[in-house]
């Protein structure tokens, strides 16, 4: 048995407890309080996950626009190892991990749609 974990008798102690505190009329409400709660965060827990995604899925979308000089740039500056050895596609992913980790992904995006204007503008 791991710490910390119940077994059946812990468990029907535990019942009792709660059936003496809330009373009978009381723990249906407090099982579906319970099991909306539950719900509610992993709805939340679900958003925030796909915001996630898509944000990842924009900022590669935007690295890919960039030139291969500007690339490499910005995955020394957050950090990437080894930066000029890596093929393309392999630097993007690295820089969104690192981007990622340090809570910069926003930031990425806007250098990269910025790096992107600019070359535009210069041919």
Do not use: C, H
Not at 23 to 32: M, N, V
Not at 40 to 57: I, K
Not at 92 to 107: H, M, P, R, T, Y
Request: proline fraction near 2%; hydrophobic fraction near 40%.
């Amino acid at each position: 048995m791991l710490p910390g974990s119940f077994q059946g008798m812990e468990w029907v102690i535990i019942l009792l407890i709660v059936l003496l505190i809330f009373g009978p009329t009381k723990l249906p409400q407090l099982a579906r309080g319970l099991g909306q709660a539950l719900y509610e965060f992993r709805r939340a827990s679900q958003g925030v996950v796909e915001d996630l995604e898509r944000s990842q899925s924009e900022a590669k979308k935007s690295l890919q626009g960039i030139d291969d000089e500007t690339l490499r740039k910005l995955a020394e500056k957050l950090g990437v190892k080894d930066a000029e050895k890596k093929k393309r596609d392999d630097l993007i992913v690295e820089i969104i991990n690192e981007a990622k980790k340090k809570g910069l992904l926003d930031e990425i995006k806007v250098e990269a749609e910025q790096s992107t204007k600019s070359t535009n503008t210069e041919t």
